[in-house]
Nanobody, 122 residues
Framework: QVQLQESGPGLVQPSQTLSLTCTVS??????????WIWIRQAPGKGLEWVGV???????FYNPSLKSRTSISSDTSKNQFSLHLESVTPEDTAVYYC??????????????WGQGTQVTVSS
């Protein structure tokens, strides 16, 4: 029922900024308690957490990426975005967005986007 879709350029040049947007479907409504999350998977490697935007506006980033990572939102459009600066070929990966919804008892409901391939290359 809840659907998320990643969008943005599939090719980014080294040293530039990788920018992606995640759009939540019209049929969904942002709950009171949630986290908006970006995760990526490089070729031949496991999933890597990039960062999260919490419902109260707090952001948290992977320590290995935090110096060049930013997550922002536009709640009126049910969108949130990832900006990763100074990219290198090692940032080539499939990038996923997700939303984790929390109940009053702190149970979690996760919804994932399908992922989008981003290649860093000249």
């Amino acid at each position: 029922q809840v659907q998320l879709q990643e969008s943005g350029p599939g090719l980014v040049q080294p040293s530039q900024t990788l920018s992606l947007t995640c759009t939540v479907s019209d049929g969904s409504t942002t709950p009171s308690y949630y986290r908006w999350i970006w995760i990526r998977q490089a070729p031949g490697k496991g999933l890597e957490w990039v960062g999260v935007l919490r419902y109260d506006g707090n952001t948290f980033y992977n320590p290995s990426l935090k110096s060049r990572t930013s997550i922002s939102s536009d709640t009126s459009k049910n969108q949130f975005s990832l900006h990763l600066e100074s990219v290198t070929p090692e940032d080539t990966a499939v990038y996923y967005c997700a939303r984790a919804d929390f109940s009053a008892t702190f149970d979690q409901t996760w919804n994932w986007g399908q992922g989008t391939q981003v290649t860093v290359s000249s």
